[in-house]
């Protein structure tokens, strides 16, 4: 069984301020996709990013970077310079290659204060 | 211009009634599917198609059928609605790559449509 743990509920920061959330995850796969979206307060889910286990490479785009480490399981996601904007739930999700369904995380409720 | 669209966005009624939610993809998406977020924003699969076949039925009441006349289009419908039954239901879609150095086929990135606020009173 697949399973995704976002421990950080809620995090508030001040604008500006560099933020990471953590994405924690099992699977017995040996070939999966990760990935991390956005569903900001209009309720919509936005695609951010997406990883496969071939590929341990971190992410930079823009002002989001992902930091992906298959020893410890990770796949963590961190806003630089955080603005107003990035308020929303981030989710973390996982799947197989087969990708016949997203296991999904908690999530976690950002709030940048201005 | 929309890729995935769900109607109606948002859904009133009374327990006991029927109702339907069509999703539509333009993206040319071999696989479709339905998630359901409930009040404390956890989203869990429902329902996972591809070209018109069910793949996945994650274990949901008989009451939810989803349908779909062709590979752009999965529709859910809803019997006898239940106080249970609020949350907001999201549709997806992904496209299926045959992937000849991991071997077999692979489907990539779903895409969400914009979701659709149940409310049962």
Same mark, same amino acid.
């Given at each position: 069984?697949?399973?995704?743990?976002?421990?950080?509920?809620?995090?508030?920061?001040?604008?500006?301020?560099?933020?990471?959330?953590?994405?924690?995850?099992?699977?017995?796969?040996?070939?999966?996709?990760?990935?991390?979206?956005?569903?900001?307060?209009?309720?919509?889910?936005?695609?951010?990013?997406?990883?496969?286990?071939?590929?341990?490479?971190?992410?930079?785009?823009?002002?989001?970077?992902?930091?992906?480490?298959?020893?410890?399981?990770?796949?963590?996601?961190?806003?630089?310079?955080?603005?107003?904007?990035?308020?929303?739930?981030?989710?973390?999700?996982?799947?197989?290659?087969?990708?016949?369904?997203?296991?999904?995380?908690?999530?976690?409720?950002?709030?940048?204060?201005? | 211009?929309?890729?995935?669209?769900?109607?109606?966005?948002?859904?009133?009624?009374?327990?006991?009634?029927?109702?339907?939610?069509?999703?539509?993809?333009?993206?040319?998406?071999?696989?479709?599917?339905?998630?359901?977020?409930?009040?404390?924003?956890?989203?869990?699969?429902?329902?996972?198609? +591809?070209?018109? !076949? $069910?793949?996945?039925?994650?274990?949901?009441?008989?009451?939810? =059928?989803?349908?779909?006349? /062709?590979?752009?289009?999965?529709?859910?419908?809803? +019997?006898?609605? !239940? $106080?249970?039954?609020?949350?907001?239901?999201?549709?997806?879609? =992904?496209?299926?790559?045959? /992937?000849?150095?991991?071997?077999?086929?692979?489907?990539?990135?779903?895409?969400?449509?914009?979701?659709?606020?149940?409310?049962?009173?």
């Amino acid at each position: 069984a697949q399973k995704v743990t976002q421990a950080q509920t809620e995090i508030s920061v001040v604008e500006k301020e560099d933020v990471t959330l953590d994405c924690v995850y099992e699977t017995r796969d040996t070939t999966y996709y990760l990935f991390w979206y956005k569903q900001p307060p209009s309720g919509e889910l936005v695609f951010l990013i997406r990883r496969n286990s071939f590929d341990e490479q971190n992410e930079i785009s823009g002002r989001y970077s992902w930091n992906f480490q298959k020893s410890t399981s990770s796949f963590n996601f961190t806003i630089t310079a955080s603005q107003v904007v990035d308020s929303a739930v981030y989710f973390c999700a996982l799947t197989n290659f087969g990708n016949e369904k997203l296991t999904f995380g908690t999530g976690t409720r950002l709030t940048i204060i201005p | 211009d929309t890729a995935v669209s769900q109607t109606p966005k948002y859904l009133v009624t009374q327990m006991g009634n029927d109702k339907s939610i069509k999703c539509e993809q333009n993206l040319g998406h071999d696989t479709m599917y339905w998630y359901k977020q409930d009040s404390k924003k956890f989203l869990k699969i429902m329902f996972s198609y +591809n070209n018109k !076949e $069910l793949i996945i039925n994650e274990t949901v009441p008989n009451r939810f =059928s989803p349908k779909s006349p /062709d590979k752009a289009h999965l529709n859910l419908h809803i +019997n006898s609605l !239940e $106080l249970g039954d609020s949350a907001v239901y999201f549709c997806a879609s =992904s496209q299926v790559r045959t /992937d000849p150095i991991a071997s077999g086929t692979r489907r990539e990135t779903q895409y969400f449509g914009p979701g659709t606020r149940l409310l049962v009173l």
